[in-house]
C-alpha cells in the first residue's frame, strides 16, 4: 500500500472524522517565537490573548515531564468510603528514572489511569494527584481507547516493531485507517495535558514508547522552541519491515520533531537513522 506522507495529522482529529469529545483546557496556553517546523498543519491560532498560566506552569526553575501511556500510579477505590486511594507502581521503569534527577528539578508525569474514573469524578482525581502526586491524568473515552492502545498498538505497532509479521492470511491483521486515527486522536489529547501544565521556555518534555510516537508533532507545531527528548521502548525495525507500515512517513516526520531520540541499543539507532535517511533522500 502507498503511503500517504503528507496526510494532515490535525484533520484527523478535527471535524466529524472521529466523533469523541475533546480534552478541557484547564490553562491557557503560550505560543514561542514562530520557526521552521514540521508542516502538519496550515491553521492559524489566535493566541494573542493567551499571556497568562497559572502558578504550577510559570515556575521560573526547570521542570521534566515524563510523558508515557500509564502513570507510575496505583489506584484502589475505597469500598467503604468511596474515595479514590493511590500509590506508587514501585515496579514502574518511570518511576526509576525520576531517581536519575537531580532534587532541585521538579518531575512531572503525565499518562493515562490503570482504572476507570467515572466522568464526574475525573476532575477531583486530576486535582489530588496535581497536588500529592505531581501527576497529571489523561482521560481517554473508552472507544477510543480501545481503538487507540487494543487497535492500532497493539494489532499494527507492537508485532511490527517486534518482526512479528504475520505468516497466513487468516491471522493478518490488515491496516485499518480508522485505528490510525484513534490513534493521533489519543496523543492529541495527551498533548493537550502537557501543554495545561508546560512552561515551554524552562521546561523539558520527555516522551516514552510507541504508543505515542506522534505526539511531537503536536508539541513542536505550538512550541517551536520546545526542549523534547524521545525514547523508544522497543526494537526499531529493519527498512524492510518498516515500510510495511501505511503511515511509516507520518510516523517518521512526528520522531524527527524530537531533538534527542534514544534506542535500547546503537544497532536500533542505526537503523532509524537509515529510515530517516531513505525518507529525506
Known sequence: MVARSCINLLELVSGEVLNFPRTRRALRRVMTVPGTQSDVDGKQRDDDDDDNLNDFSSECHH?????????????????????????????????????SVSSDTDVVFVGSMKADIDASEQDNVSVQLLEEFNCVPTFIPSDLHKQFYDGFCKQHLWPIFHYMLPMYPEFCNRF????????????????????????????????????????????????????LGYFLHSPFPSSEIYRTIPVRDEILKALLNADLIGFHTFDYAAIFYRAAAEFSA
Open 176 to 227: 485499518d485507517r480508522s485505528l490510525w486515527q484513534a490513534y493521533v486522536s489519543a496523543n492529541k489529547i495527551f498533548a493537550d495535558k502537557v501543554m495545561e501544565v508546560i512552561n515551554p521556555e524552562h521546561d523539558y518534555v520527555w516522551v516514552h514508547d510507541y504508543h505515542l510516537m506522534v505526539l511531537p508533532t503536536f508539541l513542536r507545531k505550538h512550541y517551536n522552541k520546545i526542549k
Open 63 to 99: 521542570k521534566i515531564i515524563i510523558v508515557a501511556n500509564f502513570l507510575p500510579i496505583n489506584a484502589e477505590k475505597d469500598k467503604e468510603s468511596g474515595r479514590w486511594c493511590y500509590t506508587y507502581d514501585e515496579g514502574s521503569i518511570l518511576l526509576q528514572l525520576k531517581d
